[in-house]
T-cell receptor, first 114, second 111 residues
């Protein structure tokens, strides 16, 4: 299996632009997570899907952030409009069931908003 | 309020010696604990886990100890190898599903 695949690996954009991050989870995994890593806040959960349905989006920082999972093999995290404070590494992870088990992480997207 | 804390940002040990990484938590509802290892420019990878019904789990050179009364867990690496140099994250989860991560400890194993 190729593992969790994220794209792009790096994204540099200007403040105010729309940014879309993409994730393909491991085939057969029913749960998908979006995490953000920053120096100040560490690894924080943004949103969690189970069977393509958002279960917990309490970590989404504000309305500028939105996430979708139209099918079991694809998810997007969108930031519109982007701001410099959104600069971070965004990780997607998947797991078989979602609870009390290990997560498989992608390599992350390094986002820089200028 | 940070529910999972790794109070040591960094740890340096000599190759062949034991590395002990510590983690404290505050939420008594956590019932599953995991350790992840992260190399630069990569995502975290699962290392070892322990359920709250156990106090020890071992996998090769890696052992995790859980002290529920103290709300403390630790990861022991014996013997430490230079390839173990990485950032180690402690994570905890409850039935609700989501894992909460600590800030990580950077381990450096010197040859």
């Amino acid at each position: 299996d190729a593992g969790v695949i994220q794209s792009p690996r790096h994204e540099v954009t200007e403040m105010g632009q729309e940014v879309t991050l993409r994730c393909k989870p491991i085939s057969g995994h029913n749960s998908l997570f979006w995490y953000r890593q920053t120096m100040m806040r560490g690894l924080e959960l943004l949103i969690y899907f189970n069977n393509n349905v958002p279960i917990d989006d309490s970590g989404m920082p504000e309305d500028r952030f939105s996430a979708k999972m139209p099918n079991a093999s694809f998810s997007t995290l969108k930031i519109q409009p982007s701001e410099p404070r959104d600069s971070a590494v965004y990780f997607c992870a998947s797991s078989l069931r979602g609870y009390n088990e290990k997560l498989f992480f992608g390599s992350g997207t390094q986002l820089s908003v200028l | 309020d940070q529910q999972v804390k790794q109070n040591s940002p960094s740890l340096s040990v000599q190759e062949g010696r034991i590395s002990i990484l510590n983690c404290d938590y505050t939420n008594s509802m956590f019932d599953y604990f995991l350790w992840y290892k992260k190399y630069p420019a990569e995502g975290p990878t699962f290392l070892i886990s322990i359920s709250s019904i156990k106090d020890k789990n071992e996998d090769g050179r890696f052992t995790v100890f859980l002290n529920k009364s103290a709300k403390h867990l630790s990861l022991h690496i014996v013997p430490s190898q230079p390839g173990d140099s990485a950032v180690y994250f402690c994570a905890a989860s409850e039935d609700a599903g989501k894992s909460t991560f600590g800030d990580g400890t950077t381990l450096t194993v010197k040859p």
